[in-house]
């Protein structure tokens, strides 16, 4: 079965969410016997009242849970009978993948039922996320969103699967050999640059902000292509990459200056 993605109502007069993931970057979630969640689903954990806002996406690392295992979580609870009161039950173990830690209107109750009309109802028990509504929230976390540091991978793996599905329908992939992406990356760094030509030191940004956009897109979509095609994970790359620079370009020697690393 493929994995699936759903939306847990948080009640922060009986858990507090916001100090658990503040701590840590996994929590334990009493399991609803309604519903099929299963390892790897996507979790996004909506606040009730005051807040009304989705803030959390998390994944499922572990089903069925026995409560003894879960006492790392207690601290939590606003009352701890009510934590005591599920000796008995099972839980989910959810891995927070990204927050959104500033208050926005994208993510609330309101903008999600009255003004997107994603929702038909109340957010109270899981409830399936899909469709219109699973990409908005997606979305919304790629552009919004925090990652956390283990999980950045997941938010570029989300373009490259959309950039990927864009190819494939169109029946591109038999055009995109490594040369030919390289070379269209090469083609499109260009006509990002043409924007800038003859600008002077004083361009205006903001006058040529949709044409930038535009032509950055497609240098970073080829990028991914590329990567794809190779085989190489652009998280790890990049990240090694950053290591190497962290080495030649140590703060005390680089700071203030634009020299080479060969001449500090």
């Given at each position: 079965?493929d ?19 503040a ?7 009493h399991?609803?016997?309604?519903s ?16 009304q ?9 572990a089903?069925?849970?026995p ?6 979580i ?10 005591q009161?599920?000796?008995n ?15 926005g209107?994208e ?13 038909s109802?109340?957010?109270?028990g ?9 990409a908005?929230?997606?979305g919304?976390?790629?552009m919004?969103?925090s ?18 599905e864009?190819?494939?329908e ?18 499109e ?9 003859w ?12 044409k ?11 990028c991914l292509s ?8 652009i ?21 203030g200056?634009?020299?080479k690393?060969?001449?500090?």
């Amino acid at each position: 079965m493929d994995n699936q993605a759903w939306i847990f109502s948080s009640n922060p007069q009986v858990f507090d969410l916001d100090s658990a993931f503040a701590e840590r970057d996994n929590i334990y979630w009493h399991t609803n016997s309604k519903s099929k969640v299963q390892v790897g689903d996507t979790v996004f954990l909506y606040i009730s009242k005051p807040q009304q806002e989705i803030r959390f996406k998390t994944r499922v690392t572990a089903v069925n849970v026995p409560y003894i295992n879960t006492s790392d979580i207690k601290k939590y609870w606003i009352h701890e009978e009510d934590y005591q009161s599920l000796q008995n039950e099972l839980f989910y173990q959810l891995k927070l993948i990204s927050a959104i830690r500033n208050k926005g209107e994208e993510l609330s109750y309101a903008a999600l039922k009255d003004n997107l009309h994603l929702l038909s109802g109340p957010i109270m028990g899981p409830i399936k996320a899909q469709n219109e509504l699973l990409a908005y929230l997606e979305g919304t976390f790629l552009m919004r969103g925090s990652p956390v540091e283990d999980n950045v991978k997941d938010s570029i793996r989300f373009l490259q699967k959309k950039v990927t599905e864009f190819r494939d329908e169109r029946d591109w992939k038999q055009f995109h050999t490594p040369k030919d992406l390289a070379i269209s990356i090469s083609l499109e760094a260009a006509e990002l640059l043409e924007i800038f030509q003859w600008s002077g030191a004083d361009l205006e940004v903001n006058n040529k902000r949709s044409k930038i956009e535009e032509e950055l897109a497609d240098v970073i979509m080829y990028c991914l292509s590329l990567a794809e095609v190779t085989g190489l994970e652009i998280g790890e790359i990049v990240l090694k990459k950053l290591a190497l620079n962290n080495a030649k370009y140590p703060v005390d020697k680089s700071y203030g200056k634009a020299d080479k690393y060969t001449e500090l």
